[in-house]
């Protein structure tokens, strides 16, 4: 956030706390199969969600009410939207200490209590009668699955008359259902039996008071929080963990280690239509501005994520994809599970993560000043990113994979689309075309008589493979895919990363091939991924330092026993956690997009969810064993060796036609020569007395390594010979 946001928070920086309500037990006032009023609107019906409306007119049935379930109890025809009423009696809204409602919907849902909102799901702003929902959901009672909870304030009953009004909206005119049923609960506190049992599915509201997690609190007052802008608010985190102290517990009655200003909205693109949402935030001052805050062991910024999973029933997919980018010495979020509060509502288990940017604690790339637009200046910082939407950007000179007529479309990250200065995103896609043009071509020589390897880390692309490959993960490639390019005085090198989104990842994905341990997942879900992972995997230069990485990180980081000690490592941390993040969110047992059936079927517990990832991914990693290409030999010349500027050890001229010529102080014992297919092709003699050798004439043009024999060790250079 940029600027002055012109508002001041009125309300003081505490942190939110449940008062526990002393609930002798429950009871239900609107059941299952009860009957209610209902119109399917064809206009704008004002004032039907209040008390006193004439609803006479109304079609009388029992519910559910919709169309196209085995269980409607009240059908009617194919509609955007039905409006449901329902009057009720409350004994004695005094002896009532807590309320909740359960809603089986499909798509999106907003209930009233005597004319105040009480619930909402998937549907924003005042709606209209033929509005559609924001995004799909599909009622559970069905599936023999609990609908989705919704806490509202006792208070609001009244003794004596009170009214429900339920408005379910569909996602779309061609859509082949739509639900309504909703099921009104409260908690009494005396003994007092009034109204009806509760439906044997009936859970109540948790009474979340502490957690082994750290806990985060957030308060908008009120206001709701949408996709965009951002809401104000406050955000307080509970952790008694300090250093040197092990403090298991952390409870709401327990002080904040950090609590001040925020500004939060929902995030995400597909996982919008999920109930339970992400959130992106930032940290500001009490005027709105941007403000660098460290908390969690997180170094200092001001833009973090709470991401949620949903769909990702193990709750970690993300948490393994960073921790395993990271070790692979790449930059990729870091994570902290966290169990999350808004509103005084509990939402469950997520993970606090870093949005992507430029910092020296992120994407360590140089800032990009708008002035900088000449020179060493012009070649760095960049971001850019192939993703959903069309941002400020460029098309690729080239089209997908297996689909040449839909071009790539590349978006500026950094610097910001809206202020890239022409010459800058100039310069960027003149450096991507002359690397696409280079990897395409039969010899992988651009024009220029560049090899592709020149503008990349090779490394970085072998590791995003590798990762993308050995989780499956349905978006890589061709969504949330992220480069990066530093100043050409700092390596300058094109890098793919860093690594993001992989939570229709290790099997979570019923489409692309995603839940298949075998097959490349870049050839499964073709038609919108670059055509470069195809030429390069016909390069023996890709493939053999694919080989090289994969059998290296077979040894350690993805060994079987290291990945299932990092799983049995996580599964520890949030076991508590994700009980009572299923109790919030049951959806253990369904279906939720797009997982697979043995994400879902006959699933009750998260231990069973555990078994099923580690089963699939060591399949995975077997058949990769099997399979991966190229050949695991002289892998050290695909090592990225970093030589300090005053390197004791340097070739020149490169590139060099017949003669080659070294500055070292440094004994030389013997020199290979090894070709791009990883072949050792020849020898170098550099006698004592000379710095000086001849290159073999039978060398044709090319790109070689040279390993070069020391007394300090092994060392490599790369070469090019041009005759």
């Known amino acids: 956030m940029k600027g002055l946001r012109f508002f001041f928070f009125s309300f003081l920086l505490v942190h939110s706390s449940h008062l526990i309500a002393q609930v002798d037990h429950w009871e239900s006032i609107i059941v299952e199969g009860d009957t209610w009023k209902y119109l399917v609107p064809d206009a704008q019906v004002s004032g039907w969600q209040n008390s006193?409306?004439?609803?006479?007119?109304?079609?009388?049935?029992?519910?559910?009410?919709?169309?196209?379930?085995?269980?409607?109890?009240?059908?009617?025809?194919?509609?955007?939207?039905v409006y449901l009423r329902k009057e009720f009696t409350v004994v004695d809204a005094d002896d009532l200490a807590e309320a909740v409602l359960h809603l089986d919907f499909d798509d999106g849902v907003v209930a009233y209590l005597n004319g105040v909102e009480i619930a909402r799901s998937n549907v924003t702003g005042i709606p209209t009668f033929n509005q559609p929902s924001d995004g799909l959901h599909e009622s559970t009672l069905y599936q023999g699955v609990a609908p989705e909870l919704f806490t509202f304030d006792a208070s609001l009953l009244v003794t004596g008359t009170n009214t429900l009004?339920?408005?379910?909206?569909?996602?779309?005119?061609?859509?082949?259902?739509?639900?309504?049923?909703?099921i009104l609960s409260v908690g009494v506190r005396s003994g007092e039996l009034n109204y009806e049992p509760t439906p044997n599915w009936f859970y109540p509201p948790l009474n979340f008071t502490s957690s082994n997690l750290p806990i985060v609190i957030i308060d908008t007052q009120g206001q709701e929080i949408v996709n965009d802008p951002k809401t104000p608010a406050t955000i307080s985190i509970i952790s008694n963990r300090r250093k040197g102290h092990q403090v298991p517990l952390n409870t709401l009655s327990d002080d904040p280690v950090f609590s001040w200003y925020c500004g939060i909205e929902i995030r995400g693109e597909s996982s919008q239509s999920?109930?339970?949402?992400?959130?992106?935030?930032?940290?500001w001052d009490a005027f709105g501005n941007d403000m660098d805050s460290t908390f969690l062991g997180f170094p200092s910024e001001e833009d973090f994520i709470l991401y949620g999973p949903y769909s990702d029933k193990s709750q970690m997919n993300n948490v393994l994809a960073m921790y395993i980018g990271n070790r692979m010495g790449r930059y990729a979020s870091r994570t902290r599970y966290v169990e999350l509060i808004v509103n005084n509502d509990y939402k469950g288990l997520y993970v606090l993560m870093e949005r992507i940017k430029r910092d020296d604690n992120r994407v360590n790339i140089s800032n990009l000043n708008s002035d900088e637009i000449s020179g060493d200046d012009l070649t760095g910082g960049y971001i850019v990113r192939i993703d959903k939407g069309i941002y400020n950007g460029w098309y690729s000179q080239f089209g997908a994979y297996n689909n040449p007529e839909n071009k790539i479309y590349f978006q500026y990250f950094y610097p910001d689309p809206a202020e890239i200065h022409p010459a800058q995103g100039a310069y960027i896609k003149a450096y991507v075309d002359e690397f696409e043009e280079a990897v395409t071509s039969p010899n992988f020589t651009n024009a220029q008589g560049v090899n592709y390897s020149e503008y990349i880390s090779l490394r970085s692309f072998v590791d995003t493979f590798?990762?993308?490959?050995?989780?499956?993960?349905?978006?890589?490639?061709?969504?949330?895919?992220?480069?990066?390019?530093?100043?050409?005085?700092?390596?300058?090198?094109?890098?793919?990363?860093?690594?993001?989104?992989?939570?229709?990842?290790?099997?979570?994905?019923?489409?692309?091939?995603?839940?298949?341990?075998?097959?490349?997942?870049?050839?499964?879900?073709?038609?919108?991924?670059p055509v470069w992972w195809d030429h390069m995997l016909q390069d023996?230069?890709?493939?053999?330092a694919l080989k090289c990485r994969w059998t290296a990180l077979r040894t350690n980081l993805l060994s079987e026993n290291q990945l299932n000690h990092v799983i049995d490592s996580l599964t520890g941390i949030i076991n508590e956690a994700q009980v009572r993040n299923f109790q919030r969110w049951p959806n253990l047992g369904t279906y939720v997009w797009p997982n697979p059936p043995y994400f879902y079927q006959n699933i009750t517990s998260h231990s069973q969810i555990v078994s099923a990832l580690k089963n699939w991914l060591f399949a995975r990693a077997e058949w990769l064993d099997a399979n991966m290409p190229g050949m695991d030999r002289y892998c050290e010349i695909y090592e990225e060796m970093e030589y300090p500027l005053d390197d004791p050890l340097q070739v020149f001229p490169n590139p060099a036609s017949d003669v080659i010529t070294f500055k070292t102080y440094l004994k030389v014992y013997g020199i290979k020569v090894i070709d791009f297919s990883g072949k050792h092709v020849a020898n170098l003699d550099l006698p004592d007395d000379q710095k000086r050798t001849y290159l073999p004439a039978e060398l044709k043009e090319g790109i070689y390594f040279l390993l070069i024999q020391t007394n300090k060790g092994l060392k490599m250079e790369r070469l090019i010979i041009r005759r």
């Open 165 to 182: 009004a339920v408005e379910v909206h569909n996602a779309n005119s061609e859509s082949s259902d739509l639900v309504a049923h909703p």
């Open 52 to 81: 006193g409306f004439d609803d006479s007119g109304w079609t009388v049935g029992s519910a559910p009410v919709g169309f196209g379930e085995n269980n409607i109890g009240s059908t009617i025809g194919a509609s955007m939207s």
């Open 540 to 544: 023996t230069l890709f493939t053999n």
């Open 274 to 283: 999920f109930e339970k949402k992400s959130y992106g935030f930032e940290i």
């Open 466 to 529: 590798i990762l993308n490959e050995l989780s499956k993960n349905v978006d890589g490639y061709r969504l949330s895919t992220y480069f990066n390019k530093q100043k050409d005085s700092q390596g300058g090198k094109f890098i793919s990363g860093p690594f993001w989104d992989f939570n229709l990842a290790f099997g979570n994905g019923d489409y692309c091939a995603g839940d298949d341990v075998t097959g490349w997942e870049y050839y499964q879900c073709q038609g919108s991924s």
